[in-house]
């Protein structure tokens, strides 16, 4: 089966940038979507297709994706965004897999 | 406004049966495939499976086929989330979610507020 896999955490400085990587074999060729939980809330499509910004959301929160990893990079970081983040793909056989997930803090 | 509303908390006992609800409004119910995520206390999310409200047809996680039921009624624009025989490990937060299909890829735009179950005996 199709596996995501994310630091367990991340720390940036307030105003800095903060980068989650998601890894899985040659996850370039899929697309990938990221969700931002923040502590006792739901999970919130941040990132689409791996740079699109659902309406919403900051211009902040960007993503790439390429090889065997992608990347959702939060720039100019608030104490507002410190929440865990997932990962998302597709997969024709397991269906929807998510990444181990992320706890960002922000200093 | 798309919004997906689930039903409340509950606390059960193992070996009891539960079914929890997700009604979805603001748009085509019948149009969008509706999923089930589990998320354990402190851990991650897990897809539990799927459903189109449309035919009812239905698609599970290998790690849980056979452990839920996932329906809808589609006349009340609700999915839900059944078990027959509730156990300790089931204990969690339940979210629906709606899918979305497209050139975009296949992730899941909406959530429900979610619905915790708590099992204890």
């Known amino acids: 089966s199709y596996e995501l896999t994310q630091p367990l955490s991340v720390s940036v400085a307030l105003g800095q940038t903060a980068r989650i990587t998601c890894g899985g074999n040659n996850i370039g060729s899929k697309n990938v979507h990221w969700y931002q939980q923040k502590p006792g809330q739901a999970p919130v499509l941040v990132i689409y297709r791996d740079s699109n910004r659902p309406s919403g959301i900051p211009e902040r929160f960007s993503g790439s994706n390429s090889g065997n990893t992608a990347t959702l990079t939060i720039s100019r970081a608030q104490a507002g965004d410190e929440a865990d983040y997932y990962c998302q793909v597709w997969d024709s056989s397991t269906f929807y897999v998510f990444g181990t997930g992320t706890k960002v803090t922000v200093l | 406004e798309v919004q997906l509303v689930q039903s409340g908390a509950e606390v059960k006992k193992p070996g009891e049966s539960l079914k929890i609800s997700c009604k979805g409004s603001g748009y085509s119910f019948t149009s969008y495939w509706i999923g089930w995520v589990r998320q354990m206390p402190g851990k991650g999310l897990e897809w539990m499976g799927i459903?189109?409200?449309?035919?009812?047809?239905?698609r599970y996680s290998p790690s849980f086929q056979g452990q839920v039921t996932i329906s809808a009624d589609k006349s009340i624009s609700t999915a839900y989330l059944q078990w027959s025989s509730l156990k300790a490990s089931d204990t969690a937060m339940y979210y629906c979610?709606?899918?979305?299909?497209?050139?975009?890829?296949?992730?899941?735009?909406?959530w429900g507020q979610g619905t915790l179950v708590t099992v204890s005996s």
């Open positions: 459903i189109y409200p449309g035919d009812s047809d239905t």
């Open positions: 979610a709606r899918h979305r299909e497209d050139s975009s890829g296949s992730f899941f735009d909406y």
